[in-house]
């Protein structure tokens, strides 16, 4: 019984760490080229370069993060459902 107890608090611990992430920080470092916005690629000589533009990211390396994408998407519905005067 208590470890089940422990399992939900864990599991709330971690969503409202989560949360807490989204709200202060809504964008995360892209996944795909780890922040840089684009990639990396080496001339003939064994130099890097700077490679392609992200196509993921925009070239911007952000990306909203899943959390903050729904709440967003919860907002402007909840906003369109309730601005009727
Ligand atoms: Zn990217």
Redesign the pocket.
């Known amino acids: 019984m208590s470890l089940a107890l422990l399992a939900i608090t864990l599991m709330l611990g971690a969503t409202l760490c989560y949360v807490a992430v989204c709200a202060a920080s809504p964008f995360g470092n892209?996944r795909?080229?780890r922040g840089?916005?684009h990639a990396l690629k080496h001339d003939r000589k064994g130099r890097l370069k700077r490679g392609k533009d992200?196509r993921?990211?925009h070239?911007?390396?952000k990306?909203i993060r899943v959390g903050r994408w729904l709440y967003n998407r919860w907002a402007r519905i909840f906003r369109a459902g309730t601005d009727t005067p």
């Open positions: 892209c795909k080229c840089m916005g992200c993921r990211c070239a911007t390396g990306r």
